[in-house]
């Protein structure tokens, strides 16, 4: 082999190796570009999936706590019209005249079935914490509200006993034990709301 074609062949080679490297390094540098912009996607997801995941998370505190705060309104309602019945049945003494012992007493009774008719919708807000959830405070409202039976029928117990010319102290004791319990339900109600929707607390969803 002479010098001239010895000194072609190294060119040529050596121009090969050279674009061998170059693409080599080409290739390197796509993948490396490829895995940043993979792992730059996941995390821009990864950013939207908790995004999304912290949104729903306030929208359904949201959403509860305007079903707790509307159930323990609707409640209140209920349970002061009931005590406004006692206060009415309280006022009334053996010694008052006819006319002002029977306004009394159909002022309680009035107070009464208006207590009644507000425990309807109060049915349907407890509905609505029942959709809500989560379990603890379903138990929570079921409680209250069945809390309110014994305040309705003391205060109902104690009308048929002023009708009737035989009331006695212990008929106001009653309702006021059958309120003060009652009440007492929904403070639990309230305390179980606080702990629903403060954020943190880990039972949003029921096991």
Do not use: C
Not at 98 to 118: F, G, H, I, T, V
Not at 157 to 174: I, R
Request: net charge neutral.
């Amino acid at each position: 082999m002479d010098a001239g074609l010895a000194g072609l062949l190294g060119g040529v080679i050596g121009a090969a190796v050279g674009a061998l490297g170059a693409t080599a390094s080409a290739w390197i540098t796509g993948r490396k570009a490829e895995q940043q912009a993979k792992i730059q996607s996941e995390s821009q997801m990864g950013q939207a999936r908790l995004q999304i995941d912290a949104e729903r998370t306030r929208a359904l505190r949201e959403s509860r706590k305007s079903a707790y705060v509307a159930f323990a309104e609707g409640w209140n309602l209920v349970h002061g019209t009931l005590t406004e019945a006692g206060i009415k049945l309280g006022g009334i003494t053996a010694s008052d005249p006819p006319e002002e012992r029977e306004e009394r007493r159909q002022a309680a009774r009035r107070l009464w079935n208006e207590a009644r008719a507000l425990h309807r919708p109060l049915d349907r807000l407890l509905s609505v914490v029942y959709v809500e959830g989560p379990s603890p405070m379903r138990d929570a409202a079921m409680a209250a509200t069945g809390a309110l039976a014994p305040h309705f029928s003391a205060v109902m117990v104690w009308l048929h006993a002023v009708d009737g010319g035989t009331e006695t102290t212990q008929h106001a004791s009653e309702r006021d034990r059958a309120g003060s319990n009652a009440y007492g339900k929904l403070l639990e109600f309230l305390y179980a709301a606080s702990d629903a929707v403060t954020p943190g607390t880990r039972d949003l969803v029921d096991p």
